[in-house]
Nanobody
Framework: QVQLVESGGDSVQTGGSLRLSCATN????????MGWFRQAPGKEREGVAY???????TYMYSVKGRFSISRDNAKNTLDLQMNSLKPEDTAMYYC?????????????????WGQGTQVTVSS
């Protein structure tokens, strides 16, 4: 059974940084696609960043240059470094994973989900 557990969410001020981490259990993260999604109150969940098994990355336009997705294969974790945070980044952030090496571009393409970690950015 695959388990994903996020951590690192917090409340920060505009311009601050946070690092989210996703611990995996029952899953070899290096072999497959993983990603981060977020959902703000009253909005649909959206993809933030994805990483393929070969290390290829994709970012949503609004976070390019500010966020960085990476994985630690030794620890079997997925991280999201978030810099220059803005109030519009406020959301619940979810770790997601799939059973294929290359990522799709929608949440329907991901089979496994964590419970989420809250990020709040105040102005």
């Amino acid at each position: 059974q695959v388990q994903l557990v996020e951590s690192g969410g917090d409340s920060v001020q505009t311009g601050g940084s946070l690092r989210l981490s996703c611990a995996t259990n029952g899953y070899t993260s290096s072999d497959y696609c993983m990603g981060w999604f977020r959902q703000a109150p009253g909005k649909e969940r959206e993809g933030v960043a994805y990483i393929d098994s070969n290390g290829g990355t994709t970012y949503m336009y609004s976070v390019k240059g500010r966020f960085s997705i990476s994985r630690d294969n030794a620890k079997n974790t997925l991280d999201l470094q978030m810099n220059s945070l803005k109030p519009e980044d406020t959301a619940m952030y979810y770790c997601a994973a799939d059973d294929v090496p290359l990522c799709g571009d929608s949440e329907a393409d991901f089979a496994y989900w964590g419970q989420g970690t809250q990020v709040t950015v105040s102005s």
